[in-house]
């Protein structure tokens, strides 16, 4: 198993561009779920989802899209980036029991000019 | 709301000594708690997690953490530290449906002097 993959690695934006960054697992994990990393923030819950066609908003959802059409990709849009979203964005699946273990992504670090 | 206070920003410990790393948290029914270490460009590693039962739970890298409902706190322990233990900390709590998803604290960084 590959785990949870998340492409790219690196991404630099200016202003008002959009961009889709890509969240896939190959566990057949119903729950999903994007985070971002900002310093001394420690990591904050953006969009997340139980199942395919099934999303809800976090702690921080404006300016972040994400839709959900199969079980293994969730993907998070940007919209119209501005510097604000530069950070570390890590996706994360787990199963649905409560005391399943959440896999986290290797991470794509944003930077937006 | 639920939330995770790590009270600590920054801890420095002389390798060999014992650590203690505070977590507090703020849930309405029983929480799910973890703790998670990263590595300066690394991504996240579970040390441990709580669901019920005994309230001293042992993880990996020789760490445990002992749940206090009383004090809604979930502190992190080593009765030695390694050099190679200095990384950021952070604790968690799960939250949603299931526990989808997590709530985290802001994180300890932990220093490691020789």
């Known amino acids: 198993n590959a785990g949870v993959t998340q492409t790219p690695k690196f991404q630099v934006l200016k202003t008002g561009q959009s961009m889709t960054l890509q969240c896939a697992q190959d566990m057949n994990h119903e729950y999903m779920s994007w985070y971002r990393q900002d310093p001394g923030m420690g990591l904050r819950l953006i969009h997340y989802?139980?199942?395919?066609?099934?999303?809800d908003q976090g702690e921080v959802p404006n300016g972040y899209n994400v839709s959900r059409s199969t079980t293994e990709d969730f993907p998070l849009r940007l919209l119209s980036a501005a510097p604000s979203q530069t950070s570390v964005y890590f996706c994360a699946s787990k199963a649905e029991g409560r005391s399943d273990t959440q896999y986290f992504g290797p991470g794509t670090r944003l930077t937006v000019l | 709301a639920q939330s995770v206070t790590q009270p600590d920003i920054h801890i420095t410990v002389s390798e060999g000594a014992s650590l203690e790393l505070r977590c507090n948290y703020s849930y309405g029914a029983t929480p799910y708690l973890f703790w998670y270490v990263q590595s300066p460009g690394q991504g996240l590693q579970l040390l441990l997690k709580y669901f019920s039962g005994d309230t001293l739970v042992q993880g990996i890298k020789g760490f445990e953490a002992e749940f206090k409902r009383s004090q809604s706190s979930f502190n992190l322990r080593k009765p030695s530290v390694h050099w190679s233990d200095a990384a950021e900390y952070f604790c968690?709590?799960?939250?949603?449906?299931?526990?989808?998803?997590?709530?985290f604290g802001k994180g300890t960084t932990l220093s490691v002097s020789s």
């Open positions: 989802s139980v199942g395919a066609g099934i999303t």
């Open positions: 968690a709590v799960g939250a949603g449906q299931a526990g989808t998803a997590l709530i």
